[in-house]
């Protein structure tokens, strides 16, 4: 499975827009980019799945240049219960029967 | 929305003791995982199960680890002599396994509290 870099931790501000950014150099043909929330005590939670372009459901919003070497979970207007833990996995269409790897993900926090 | 439940929420143990942590998947799915949690730690993956067996396990799902699906509804974790190091968060998780191309994902529960004295 490709190798995510992405920030330990942000902050933001209730209302705001938040944008978490994740690397993944060695991103494969084959490999989709996930986005799992946790919140404390929880299991983690399926967000968002893309390949190219921009993806966009009720929750989240993801870009991904055409490169594909990055790609963006924008989460919009957050608000208080958005704080949680945000990994991003990268891996084959549905992961196969595969293990899900998470990394440490990026610590959102948001402030009222 | 289906979602998959854990039971206890909450486990304590003395060391050596043998647990089992009870999980019931989402209706219908095929796919059934474990995951742990040790606090301040990453999700590790722990086994996958399919069709009545083990599919993949990690270097963690050592022998005093098994699984089992008792009754078509029910996965179990069963760790037989507990140690220190096994307190943690434990996540059952299930996938679908059967929607063609649509975004097949794990649903995974709230996760049982190991604590091991």
């Known amino acids: 499975l490709a190798k995510t870099t992405q920030p330990i931790s942000m902050d933001s501000y209730e209302g705001q827009e938040v944008n978490i950014t994740c690397s993944h150099n060695?991103?494969?043909?084959?490999?989709?980019i996930t986005w799992y929330q946790q919140f404390p005590s929880q299991g983690p939670r399926f967000i968002i799945q893309?390949?190219?372009t921009k993806v966009t459901n009720e929750v989240a919003s993801l870009f991904i240049p055409a490169d594909r070497k990055s790609s963006t979970l924008s989460l919009p207007r957050v608000s208080l219960s958005d704080t949680a833990v945000y990994y991003c996995?990268?891996?084959?269409?549905?992961?196969?029967?595969?293990?899900?790897?998470f990394g440490t993900g990026t610590r959102l926090t948001i402030i009222p | 929305e289906p979602e998959v439940t854990q039971t206890p929420s909450h486990q304590v143990t003395q060391m050596g003791q043998e647990v089992i942590l009870r999980c019931v998947p989402i209706s219908n799915h095929l796919y059934f995982y474990w995951y742990r949690q040790i606090l301040g730690q990453k999700v590790e993956f722990l086994v996958s199960f399919y069709n009545n067996e083990i599919s993949e396990k990690s270097e963690i799902f050592d022998d005093q680890f098994s699984v089992e699906r008792p009754d078509g509804s029910n996965f179990t974790l069963k760790i037989r002599s507990t140690k220190l190091e096994d307190s943690a968060m434990y996540f059952c998780?299930?996938?679908?396994?059967?929607?063609?191309?649509?975004?097949?994902?794990?649903?995974f529960g709230p996760g049982t509290r190991l604590t091991v004295l």
């Open positions: 996995l990268v891996g084959p269409a549905n992961f196969g029967n595969e293990k899900l790897t």
């Open positions: 893309g390949y190219k």
């Open positions: 998780a299930s996938r679908d396994g059967t929607s063609g191309g649509a975004v097949d994902t794990q649903y």
């Open positions: 060695n991103i494969a043909t084959n490999d989709y």
